[in-house]
């Protein structure tokens, strides 16, 4: 099982460029959900899908767009890169429950210049 | 904001000693979890404790939680380089839909 997959893992954006990230999972988990990690700050909610079809809004979700059509693909989108999107991105699954354990991809590491 | 704040930011031991560090939090809660990160990778799950419990073990990892202080520590014992990494505590609180984080605790292995 290659678990949570994320790409790209490595990502340079000018403000105003769009962008999309992948995140797949071979767990067959239901919950799947997209962290930033700033420096100083733990991981922040940006939004989370409680299944196929289903997306909902986390702790910071502006400037964001997600999509699920597919249980094992979780999509973060950036319409409209700014400069304070720069952040690391960490989707994640888990197969009940939001705040049952969660299982973490490696991460992408985004710049907004 | 974030639920759970680990104490101390920082912690530099030498390979075989013990490394304690502890997690505050504000609200009741269903359960604490605390999780590792290696530089540059995602968070890896180590114990989940729940709110009726008091300790758990696992392998040379010991997990306490005390609801009255709402606080937890985690112990790491015999500590090997290999245990260098950012270790963070993540609440469920029983009035939140999500996971809270804190800000980690970095620890440094000296060989």
């Known amino acids: 099982n290659a678990g949570v997959t994320q790409t790209p893992k490595f990502r340079v954006l000018k403000t105003g460029q769009s962008m999309t990230l992948l995140c797949a999972q071979d767990?067959?988990?239901?919950?799947m959900y997209w962290y930033r990690q700033d420096p100083g700050m733990g991981l922040r909610l940006i939004h989370y899908s409680v299944g196929e079809g289903t997306t909902a809004k986390g702790e910071v979700p502006d400037g964001y767009n997600v999509s699920r059509l597919k249980k094992q693909n979780f999509l973060l989108g950036l319409e409209s890169a700014a400069p304070s999107q720069t952040s690391v991105y960490f989707c994640?699954?888990?197969?009940?429950?939001?705040?049952?354990?969660?299982?973490f991809g490696p991460g992408t590491r985004l710049t907004v210049l | 904001s974030q639920q759970g704040e680990e104490d101390p930011q920082a912690l530099s031991i030498q390979e075989g000693e013990n490394a304690t560090m502890n997690c505050s939090y504000k609200t009741s809660i269903n359960n604490l979890q605390w999780y590792r990160q290696n530089s540059g990778r995602g968070l890896v799950h180590l114990i989940l404790i729940r709110s009726n419990e008091r300790e758990k073990h696992s392998g040379r990892l010991r997990v306490t939680l005390d609801t009255s202080k709402k606080s937890s520590s985690l112990l790491i014992t015999a500590s090997r380089a290999a245990d260098t990494a950012s270790y963070f505590c993540a609440t469920a609180p029983q009035n939140d839909y999500k996971l809270s984080f804190g800000a980690g605790t970095t620890v440094t292995v000296r060989a």
């Open positions: 994640a699954s888990s197969p009940g429950r939001i705040t049952d354990t969660q299982y």
């Open positions: 767990m067959n988990h239901e919950y």
